[in-house]
């Protein structure tokens, strides 16, 4: 079936500017994660689903960064006042488990944000 | 909290041949997975192995196998007949505990396999 995907791939945008990523998990995954990779911070959690509600958002940067899940699929991280810090590749995740653990993780093609 | 260690940030490889990636990691966790994923260039995150904790025995996928040490806290990968498409970034990882199976990443290590 058809694997993780994520819109857009690429994005720039300018400093002080919302944006909003998209991710469309496997179909039936209730599972979900959000992650950043970054040159200096390497590869970072964010927030994880289970359903549409989000038991760990431990890795949420700031409170500019939020993230909501509808219908138990699709997931929208949003980045509020960009700064220029905020560039990175934004990747996302599911999987089957019910609990989180032991989940193999497949991942999707990820979005590179760009900010100016 | 639970840390992984890569310190191989490079290594290469010439075709056909076997190359052996590290990876360490530290945890005072009972029940855990530990992942190698591979990341070409094309940024796409490619599960190559998964091992369960309680699994005595080493996890293999064809080419692919690790060499698991449960009371030394390793975990490295083996490729044998090494391809160019195995030519990337792979990064270690660790999942375990009550943490909804959120993943702990090394730092990675770029694998280049030359012709």
């Known amino acids: 079936g058809a694997g993780v995907s994520q819109s857009p791939s690429n994005k720039v945008t300018e400093k002080g500017k919302d944006v909003e990523l998209r991710c469309d998990p496997i179909s039936g995954h209730t599972a979900l994660y959000w992650y950043r990779q970054s040159l200096g911070q390497g590869l970072e959690f964010l927030i994880y689903?289970?359903?549409?509600?989000?038991?760990?958002k431990s890795g949420l940067p700031s409170d500019r960064f939020s993230a909501e899940r509808t219908g138990g699929s699709v997931s929208t991280l949003t980045i509020q006042r960009t700064q220029q810090e905020d560039s990175a590749v934004y990747l996302c995740?599911?999987?089957?488990?019910?609990?989180?653990?032991?989940?193999?993780?497949?991942f999707g093609p990820g979005t590179r944000l760009l900010v100016l | 909290a639970q840390t992984v260690t890569q310190s191989q940030p490079e290594m290469s490889v010439q075709e056909a041949e076997t190359v052996t990636l590290s990876c360490t990691y530290d945890?005072?966790?009972?029940?855990?997975?530990l992942f190698w994923y591979k990341q070409p260039p094309s940024r796409q995150m490619i599960l190559v192995i998964r091992?369960?904790?309680?699994?005595?025995q080493n996890a293999t996928e064809n080419r692919f196998s690790v060499n698991f040490q449960k009371a030394a806290k390793s975990f490295s990968l083996k490729i044998s007949d090494s391809q160019l498409g195995d030519t990337a970034m792979y990064f270690c990882a660790f999942t375990g505990g009550t943490s909804y199976g959120k993943l702990t990443f090394g730092q990675g290590t770029i694998l280049t396999v030359h012709p």
């Open positions: 995740a599911s999987s089957s488990s019910k609990t989180g653990l032991g989940g193999t993780q497949y």
């Open positions: 945890t005072s966790e009972n029940n855990y997975y």
């Open positions: 091992q369960e904790a309680y699994k005595q």
């Open positions: 689903f289970q359903g549409n509600s989000a038991p760990d």
